[in-house]
């Protein structure tokens, strides 16, 4: 029902910028809790920051300090500024969106994902 589309994805060198883009069909978009996962090769997919329906935000400890989560409500979007990128850094990263619990949906929707790279 809800679709969740990313960009901003590519290759840069360590030390690099990168934006990602989130554009929700969510209806009620500011009712949702928002994040970002990643999957790297040969590894489970992480939780790497999000942003909840109040705008706190979170972090995983690996990218506290280079990342940032933010969101505009009135154009259904959510970002992910990184900044000072490493090679760990790559994989693709997936939107999510968490829909309030009192809604009992059961299930948190999914983007298609964008490839990050960085190598020199």
């Known amino acids: 029902q809800v679709q969740l589309v990313e960009s901003g994805g590519g290759s840069v060198q360590p030390g690099g910028s990168l934006r990602l883009s989130c554009a929700s069909s969510?209806?009620?978009?500011?009712?949702?809790?928002m994040g970002w996962y990643r999957q790297a090769p040969g590894d489970q997919r992480e939780l790497v920051a999000r942003i909840f329906a109040t705008s706190s935000t979170e972090y995983a400890d690996p990218v506290k300090g280079r990342f940032s989560i933010s969101k505009d409500n009135s154009k259904k979007m959510v970002y992910l500024q990184m900044n000072n990128l490493e090679p760990e850094d790559t994989a693709v990263y997936y939107c999510t969106a968490d829909p309030p619990r009192a809604w009992k949906l059961d299930r948190v929707y999914w983007g298609q994902g964008t490839q990050v790279t960085v190598s020199s």
């Open positions: 969510a209806a009620f978009f500011s009712l949702y809790d």
